[in-house]
């Protein structure tokens, strides 16, 4: 869920990032690699001869030193966070610009440094947010860019820092070269700039960036007008995954992100549709992935195709492998039955020997192999964090089978702890009940069982229950005579009780459940 926003809105910031918008034009090329983050390895040694330069300050550089010794661990953290956020195949998906003075670094390196400087390096989420949103008035940042903010803050931060250290101290070389962006002319002496570029790296690692996003983010704007009303309640990792699958889809058609977000909401609904078929996961996840993509003029890359038709024969592969596998692992005693020059009846003994170990080593290995190349799948899910709504009401039941009364007592403490621990008010807890097997429908002992269940699980609502309705359900069934098995027993036992306590909730009759509580 976003996190809400203060109401207090920075009009100069705002004009800023608009002006900086209508300047920045995007060439097709790739992004040159920015020296602060490809020369980034430098920067430990610099670090120490920095360091050594602050124990030595002069007077006017003593302060700087003071905040440069004290916070030093921000910059180590900040360069750390760098390296891992911001691999070179995620660099290469950054736009870059086309203007001469900027001409390819990244834009979002550029929109950062334009932040920091119109908010007069005092870097909070809101200021991050808004001047972002202006920026995109006039020029649509891509999913890849806007993930990529907080380390292109970072960069634009050590930069800024290091630019003003060098000046406070010369005999310091910097440790990679500065951007145009770096150079520190503004309201600020270089013991300031130091100061503030060094509390915004900490000011960036306490951010939320999950929050920046998806207030930020042109894409999550548009999927969340989901015809369906679904998107928006999924959980972060579901919402994450259908952006993952835009950006591919847009990679794939030459088309812009937002087009494509645009293209989900304007689909036709499918022949015979249903209420799921209104959620865009149907066309991103479901049965119309494939008329999407030819709706879009998608080309899947050749590595996609070959993995979409290892998913369409995944069962005959699977036991095509298993099979070849145990085949190659009966290569070794066949050539010691040959090498040994057996007769046909030790051959048969040999093989039927060694056959169960090669299909069991087919199996793992197998099963090895497909743990290492097929990516595991997001299960699209609702974000349930803040309490589960009313109309996704959610029962947890007990399938139990009671052969006499007293264990009735422990079974009710079990349901009475379920929901101690999950006190959700739309919560409810029901009891799936059987008799034990017995050679008639009913034993002298059943009207017992029966009535302590159902005082018991009454005594439960009337404990956790408001005006006679309680979170606690009872659903008895009576004995079914079982030709196979030649008794009296509860239908299809456990697997039976869901069935049928599913078919209920679905509207089905309530006659397979002699006690309802």
């Given amino acids: 869920m976003n996190a809400p ?17 209508k300047r920045h034009a995007v060439s097709g090329c790739k992004p040159v690699p920015l020296p602060a983050w490809a020369e980034l390895q430098a920067l430990p040694e610099w670090l120490e001869r920095a360091r050594e330069a602050a124990t030595h300050a002069e007077p006017d550089a003593t302060k700087a030193a003071e905040w440069f010794l004290d916070n030093d661990y921000q910059v180590e953290r900040a360069a750390l966070r760098i390296t891992e956020d911001l691999p070179p195949q995620f660099y290469r998906n950054l736009q870059n610009r086309s203007a001469a003075e900027d001409k390819g670094l990244p834009r979002v390196f550029i929109l ?15 200021a991050a947010i808004q ?11 891509t999913i890849a860019e806007l993930w990529a903010f907080p380390t292109m803050l970072r960069l634009a931060c050590l930069e800024i820092l290091v630019t003003a250290f ?29 100061a503030r570029a060094i509390a915004n790296l900490g000011v960036i690692a306490s951010i939320q960036w999950k929050d920046f996003f998806e207030h930020a983010s042109l894409v999550e704007s548009i999927l969340r007008r989901d015809p369906g009303k679904i998107y928006p309640r999924m959980d972060f990792e579901t919402r994450d995954s259908y952006r993952q699958i835009v950006e591919k889809l847009a990679r794939g058609a030459g088309q812009s992100e937002w087009a494509v977000a645009g293209a989900l909401l304007s689909q036709p609904p499918a022949s015979g549709a249903g209420p799921q078929h209104n959620h865009i996961g149907y066309w ?26 290892l998913m369409r024969h995944a069962e005959a592969l699977y036991f095509t492998a298993i099979a070849g596998a145990g085949a190659a692992a009966l290569i070794l005693p066949a050539f010691y039955l040959l090498a040994a020059g057996a007769s046909p009846a030790l051959w048969v003994i040999g093989i039927i020997l060694t056959l169960l170990p090669a299909w069991g080593l087919g199996i793992t290995l197998t099963h090895w192999i497909v743990t290492r190349i097929v990516p595991p799948r997001v299960l699209p899910k609702l974000d349930f964090t803040e309490g589960i709504p009313p109309d996704c009401a959610t029962a947890v039941v007990m399938p139990v089978l009671i052969a ?46 029966e009535q302590r269940l ?18 606690f359900h009872l659903l008895h069934r009576p004995r079914r005579f079982n030709p196979s098995e030649g008794c009296w027993m509860g239908w299809e036992r456990k697997r039976g009780k869901l069935e049928q306590f599913n078919a209920l909730l679905r509207g089905g009759e309530q006659t397979a459940f002699s006690d309802i509580v």
């Fill in 284 to 309: 991103l996840l479901g049965e119309g992935r494939e008329a999407f993509e030819a709706a879009l003029g998608y080309r899947a890359p050749l590595l996609d195709k070959c993995g979409l038709w």
């Fill in 166 to 194: 060098t000046r406070l101290f010369p005999d310091l070389p910097p440790p990679f070269a500065l951007s145009h962006c770096a150079v520190c002319a503004g309201p600020f002496d270089d013991t300031e700039y130091v």
């Fill in 404 to 449: 006499n009364p007293a264990e009735i007592p422990e079974l009710l403490e079990r349901l009475e702890a379920h929901r101690l621990t999950n006190a959700d008010p739309v919560l409810q807890f029901a009891l799936l009940s059987d008799l034990s097997d017995s050679p008639e429908e009913r034993m002298p002992e059943d009207m017992a069982v």
């Fill in 454 to 471: 159902v005082e018991g699980v009454r005594r439960l609502n009337d404990r956790y229950g408001q005006e006679g309705i309680g979170p």
């Fill in 131 to 141: 001047f972002v949103i202006a920026y995109q008035k006039e020029t649509p940042l």
């Fill in 5 to 21: 926003l203060p109401e207090h809105r920075d009009g100069a910031l705002e004009a800023a990032a608009y002006e900086l918008s």
């Fill in 112 to 126: 950062a440094h334009g932040l920091l400087q119109a908010s007069r390096l005092q870097l909070s989420l809101t």
